[in-house]
C-alpha cells in the first residue's frame, strides 16, 4: 500500500511538473534602447518593486527593495525576508537620511561616503537613481554598449526588458565595476504616479 501511494504521489507530481511546463509563456526578450528612454530624464514620478543582489570584495547581501522616484526626492526601502530589518533611505537633494526604523535615524550631505560606510562597499546611488530607469547620468560622459553603457568606472547591462504602460522598462540589470557587482530584478513598475 506504501509503494501505491509513493507511485501515485510521483505520477501526480509529474503531470502537475508538466501541465506548469505547458501554461508558461515566456515574453519574447526585447533589446535595450536609451533612445526609447529618453523621456526618463523629465519624468516626474515612478517607482518599482523587486530585489536586489550586492556583492563586494569581502561581503554580500541580497533584499528586497521598493524605489519611489519623486521630482525632488527618492525614497529607498530595502527589507529581508517578510519584512524584516526594514531600512528607509531617503535622497533629496545632496542630503541622505537612512532610517532603521528603530529611531535610528542618520543623515549626511555626502550621500555615496555616508552610504559607503554604512553598507562597507561603494555603491553608487546618485547614479543609480539614471540607471535603474535604463539612462546614463546627464552632464556626465559614457560609452555605449551592446546591452547598456558604461560610465564613472561602471558597466551597466540591462540583461532583460519588459513591457510597462506601453514602454519598454528595465527588469533585470547587472551594474558591476573591480569591486562591487550589484544586481537588480525589478518585479513591478508603476509610472507616473
Known sequence: MARFKT??????????????CATFQKEPDKPYSRVSLLRFYKIAQWSFDGRLA???????WSANVGWQHDADKERIRLAGPLGQGATVIQLTGDKVTIDRGNGDVQSSTDPETFINQQVGM??????????VV???EP?????????????SGWLVEY???QSVENELMPR???VTNEQVKLKLIIDQWVLGI
Open 134 to 136: 535604463g539612462l546614463p
Open 139 to 151: 552632464e556626465q560622459a559614457f560609452q555605449e554598449t551592446d546591452a547598456g553603457f558604461k560610465q
Open 7 to 20: 507511485t501515485l504521489l510521483v505520477w501526480v507530481s509529474f503531470v502537475l511538473l508538466l501541465s506548469a
Open 172 to 174: 533585470k540589470i547587472l
Open 54 to 60: 550586492l556583492t563586494g570584495q569581502k561581503d554580500s
Open 122 to 131: 561603494f555603491v553608487p546611488v546618485q547614479s543609480l537613481r539614471y540607471w
Open 159 to 161: 540583461k532583460q526588458m
